[in-house]
Nanobody, 124 residues
Framework: QVQLEESGGGSVQAGGSLRLSCAAS????????MGWFRQAGPGREREGVA???????DYANSVKGRFTVSRDDAKNTVYLQMNQLKPEDTAMYYC??????????????????WGQGTQVTVSS
């Protein structure tokens, strides 16, 4: 059974940092595309933030240079290091797994499995 469990969210001031974790079970993360998404609130679109897979990493333009996605294969865990946080980064952050062949990774429909999310709040 595929499960994704996010942790590491919290409240920080603008300019601060947080590291999110996504612990995967039921599959081997290094063999699948893993992504991070965020949703600013009910009714808002779920936005692709970053992806990591065998081909490397990619990021949304809004976070390039500030966020870094990485993976610890021994722990079967994917991380999102977020630096220089801005109030507009405030959102629920979700981990996703099992990207589909073809399509755009930033489209939520690209991924099959999702975690429950962890809240990130950045105050000015």
């Amino acid at each position: 059974q595929v499960q994704l469990e996010e942790s590491g969210g919290g409240s920080v001031q603008a300019g601060g940092s947080l590291r999110l974790s996504c612990a995967a079970s039921g599959f081997t993360a290094k063999y699948k595309s893993m992504g991070w998404f965020r949703q600013a609130g009910p009714g808002r679109e779920r936005e692709g933030v970053a992806i990591i897979n065998d081909y490397g990493t990619d990021y949304a333009n809004s976070v390039k240079g500030r966020f870094t996605v990485s993976r610890d294969d021994a722990k079967n865990t994917v991380y999102l290091q977020m630096n220089q946080l801005k109030p507009e980064d405030t959102a629920m952050y979700y981990c996703a797994a099992y990207g589909s062949p073809g399509g755009s990774w930033s489209d939520p429909n690209y991924f099959r499995y999702w975690g429950q999310g962890t809240q990130v709040t950045v105050s000015s």
